[in-house]
């Protein structure tokens, strides 16, 4: 998810706010694995 990050950042840079990334998992119970199930990234002003 680094690379939405980083064009976020790169495309609101100097308006202001932060931009916060991250992934959206489901944990398995038995193997404890994480599956991954979308990735996400916003401008908060």
Excluded: P
């Amino acid at each position: 998810f680094f690379a939405i990050h980083a064009l976020m950042r790169d495309t609101f840079a100097g308006m202001g706010g932060t931009v916060e990334s991250g992934e959206l998992i489901i944990r398995e119970k038995s193997a404890g694995r994480a599956l991954s199930t979308s990735l996400f990234s916003r401008w908060v002003a």
